[in-house]
């Protein structure tokens, strides 16, 4: 077992110093920190990836398995580009990993980062777009030691000799170059510190303090600042009326009218001595005090008038929206219509030689088709995208069935054809074993004929000549993936078979 995990691992990793590989089964020293990247099915992002790190070793976990959510199997490297300007090219990194490999899909590397950027990407023709960077500061020996900037200003209206007239609101500002900032607190006249999630308002009259602090994410505490104002009773009178608007809310069709319901919310300023009352009145009734949003369901056109009133007694001018509600559509309970089709060449017997494809359509009047599914012979449901091709040989069943946007589910619907050989054999000496082996491993897959003279192990071909054993794993993983597709294997059987490639020593 060593010899095969180290020609896995030879395979699977191109080791150039400075970082050295370490199995995900060893219990190696632990760097001064840990970066994770991890993957799913998708290939055009990694699915997590760190943004920051200080330099210095560093512990790198590449992780592309099913626990990360990659239940296709699909391969990714993680790789550090070492040729693009502008980057750091002095870590060498290129780990290929798959759910199926030896290690499962989680793979460990030390290297040593030094300041600046670093490029990585997935070096896999097609996974262009798997690309981010890694910005890399100082490690400075201990980590983040400095505390955190933290400042504070005072707005409001001010007399000449600078005191605040009525109110003044504090807004406090920290920054952190380092780890960043991850508490600010504040505290009024001495009081008590609390969290400052937004400016603060004082309002009383007299002499205040305004106190703050910040503390960084790697425990820094910044000294306490402060801040001091005096309030004064404002000078002039509040003689402008607030302002008040209403937005308005709901489905609407494809005439602005809204679908069954709309809702009407109103907001109200006031610079000056502060919003008192909000009023709304509907359809011509009386002013009514407005305390939450009006939900207006009657068919219909409908006017609302609206308007607010200051502390001081300003009144502002009557504001009015006009809006129409009409019923909304009758519920769609009725599913979709879905049938299938099956085209190819044909005997005389009526069977498809070579291949059949099947082509399913569906169609639904009122909300729309939202998924149409098929399931061919014992396989799971799938996602139905486009026409499927089915090459082995035998007697099928294809399953199909759609789903509306309203949820209603059609009748499932099933028709049966026969796929014959079209009398062409690319494999003369074929591999008639009963099942699939690889390397002695039988995975107790059927050795089935795949439609021209072929069978599985024979497209494995376990004895050519590959560079290296992840070469193999990859080129299995091609070969099942397209007999999946055309229907000869399920996901199921791809996996065991995956497998058996991935503990082989072939390439090795």
């Known amino acids: 077992m060593p010899r095969r995990i180290t020609a896995v691992l030879a395979a699977l990793l191109l080791t150039v110093t400075p970082w050295v590989a370490t199995p995900a089964s060893a ?41 990360t959510g990659n239940t296709i199997g699909m391969p990714h490297t993680l790789t550090f580009d070492t040729s693009s300007e502008g980057y750091n090219h ?18 460990q590397a030390t290297v040593t980062l030094t300041p600046g950027r670093y490029r990585y ?11 981010g960077e890694l910005v890399v500061t100082e490690g400075g020996g201990g980590g983040d030691t400095t505390p955190p900037t933290v400042a504070a200003t005072v707005a409001g209206d001010q007399d000449p000799d600078g005191n605040y007239l009525g109110a003044a609101t504090v807004t406090v500002t920290a920054t952190d170059a380092d780890s960043g900032v991850e508490t600010v607190e504040y505290q009024v006249d001495d009081t008590s510190f609390a969290p400052y999630t937004e400016p603060v308002r ?15 994410q790697a425990g820094n505490t910044s000294a306490v600042g402060s801040v001091s104002f005096r309030i004064v009773e404002p000078g002039e009178e509040d003689t402008t009326p607030p302002e008040v608007k209403a937005a308005l809310a709901g489905d609407r069709d494809d005439d602005g009218n809204y679908v069954g319901t709309v809702t009407a919310t109103l907001t109200a300023t006031d610079a000056g001595s502060g919003v008192a009352t909000i009023e709304y009145a509907l359809d011509g009734a009386a002013f009514t005090a407005y305390t939450s949003p009006v939900v207006v369901t009657a068919v219909g056109m409908h006017m609302l008038h609206f308007r607010a009133t200051d502390v001081a007694g300003n009144t502002s001018a009557e504001q009015m929206s006009h809006f129409t509600v009409v019923e909304p559509q009758a519920e769609d309970t009725t599913p979709p219509t879905v049938t299938a089709t099956v085209a190819g060449d044909r005997n005389d017997d009526g069977a498809y030689v070579g291949a059949a494809t ?21 396989g799971v449901w799938t996602a139905y995208s486009a026409p499927v091709t089915v090459r082995a ?44 082996v690889i390397d002695g491993d039988d995975t107790g897959v059927g050795n089935v004929d795949t439609g021209n003279g072929c069978t599985i192990n024979d497209l494995i071909d376990e004895h050519a000549d590959y560079p290296g054993h992840a070469d193999f794993v990859r080129h299995v ?28 020593d072939v390439g090795a």
């Open 27 to 67: 219990a190696p020293r632990a760097a001064a920190q840990v970066l994770t990247w991890t993957a799913d099915g998708d290939i055009t992002r990694y699915k997590s990836a760190p943004a920051t790190a200080v330099a210095g070793e560093t512990t790198i976990i590449w992780e592309n398995s099913e626990a």
């Open 202 to 216: 004082v309002t009383a009259v007299g002499d205040h303090s305004v106190q703050f602090r910040a503390t960084d």
């Open 121 to 131: 990407f997935c070096s896999i023709p097609g996974h262009s777009q798997m690309v």
């Open 393 to 436: 040989t035998g007697a099928h069943t294809v399953r199909v069935r759609a789903t509306d946007k309203a949820g209603n589910a059609s009748a499932e619907q099933s028709m049966t054809f026969t796929v014959v050989a079209d009398g062409t054999d690319a494999c003369p000496d074929s591999d008639t074993r009963a099942t699939v």
């Open 358 to 378: 099947v082509t399913v359509t569906a169609t639904d009047a009122e909300s729309g088709v939202a998924t149409v599914e098929y399931a061919l012979d014992t």
């Open 477 to 504: 993983e091609a070969v099942t993936l397209a007999l999946v597709t055309g229907g000869t294997l399920d996901r199921r059987q791809q996996g065991a078979i995956v497998r058996a490639a991935a503990r082989s």
């Open 90 to 107: 002095d870590v060498t990194l290129n780990i290929l990993a798959s759910p199926f490999d030896a290690t499962n899909g989680r793979h």
